[in-house]
């Protein structure tokens, strides 16, 4: 039998996985999956588990100015329920999974499990997210982009526990965002986008456009977003330069749910649907 810690706080959290190396259990529904062996077998785990998504620490959501604060423990129904997030958050947490698995998938646990599929990580890229990782030795923040290293591969350490997302949401006035899957929810995506701009009078102020599920990581590419704003308005040559800049970077897989081929030209419609509409 392998041990279990239920802390009441997030400072008793990370005592023990200061003092013990644990296995960071939030909703599960990644870990359930990783650490099953076969069908009709309940799941195990090899290290000591810590549950901490009942911690009220990891719960909280905020916003001050374009300031918003994501708890690492709010569920991705919380999120696309509460009234504090843009609307195309709410989009993105909604169309991830099931309604029963929204109810208890972590917005923590979709960071830190590192997947390239993960649903929240090109909203999370756009935005140029901040997470901040708590220890017993204080407070760390790191930029998203920086925190994830390839496919499953994090730079968290073994005594951190992430406990909120920081987000400057800026002013975005058009959101494109596109989750291709099998079916609308209750698929993991082939491919998604999230394409956002700032255009005041026709011009483009602010722009920022990320791909996921097309590489080993959500591709966002700084150098490219302020070649389009330098640029503040996108004629067709412009528009034809920006995609095969793109082109060259989207280098997708083939796999069980799709294929690289498919990938790539749905990602470059993608983004021809998103720049053709902010331009
Ligand atoms: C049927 C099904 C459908 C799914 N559909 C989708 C989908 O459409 N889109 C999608 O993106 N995902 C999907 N997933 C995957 C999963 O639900 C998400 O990735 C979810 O957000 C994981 O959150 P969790 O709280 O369950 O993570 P957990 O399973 O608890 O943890 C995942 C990983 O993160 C670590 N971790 C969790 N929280 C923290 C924290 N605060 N600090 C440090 N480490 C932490 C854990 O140690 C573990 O390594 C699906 C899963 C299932 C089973």
């Known amino acids: 039998m392998v041990k279990a810690y239920r802390p009441n706080t997030l400072k008793e959290a990370l005592e023990v996985i200061n003092k013990e190396e644990c296995l960071i259990f939030s909703g599960g529904t990644d870990l359930m999956v990783k650490n099953k062996k076969w069908s009709g077998v309940e799941s195990s785990f090899t290290k000591p588990v810590i549950f901490i998504g009942d911690l009220k620490e990891l719960k909280v959501i905020k916003k001050k100015g374009n300031i918003v604060n994501l708890g690492a423990g709010c569920s991705c129904s919380e999120i696309a329920e509460n009234d504090l997030v843009p609307e195309y958050f709410k ?7 099931s309604p029963a698995i929204r109810n208890i998938a972590t917005i923590g646990g979709n960071i830190c499990n590192a997947s390239p599929a993960g649903d929240s990580l090109p909203l999370l890229y756009a935005l140029e997210a901040i997470l901040v990782f708590e220890s017993t030795n204080g407070e760390r923040r ?3 982009e920086e925190f994830i290293l390839g496919p499953g591969k994090s730079a968290i350490r073994g005594n951190e526990i992430l406990r909120e997302i920081e987000i400057n949401i800026g002013e ?12 609308k929810s209750i698929a ?3 491919v998604s986008f999230i394409g ?10 602010d722009v920022r456009i990320a791909f996921g599920a097309c590489g080993p990581k959500v591709i966002k ?3 490219i977003e302020n070649v389009i704003v330098k640029l503040g308005y996108l ?3 412009a528009l034809g330069d920006i995609k095969k800049m793109y082109s060259k970077l989207i280098v997708p897989i083939d796999d069980q749910r799709s294929t690289a081929h498919y990938r790539k030209n749905v990602c470059l419609r993608i983004l021809d649907n998103f720049l053709m509409n902010v331009k």
């Open 188 to 190: 993991l995506s082939k």
């Open 196 to 205: 956002l701009a700032k255009v005041t009078g026709g011009k483009i102020e």
């Open 172 to 183: 975005f006035n058009k959101v494109y965002y596109k989750k291709v899957g099998t079916r």
């Open 142 to 144: 790191i930029p998203i």
């Open 221 to 223: 590419v700084k150098t």
């Open 235 to 237: 004629d067709e040559k």
């Open 91 to 97: 989009e993105v947490f909604s169309s991830m999974a």
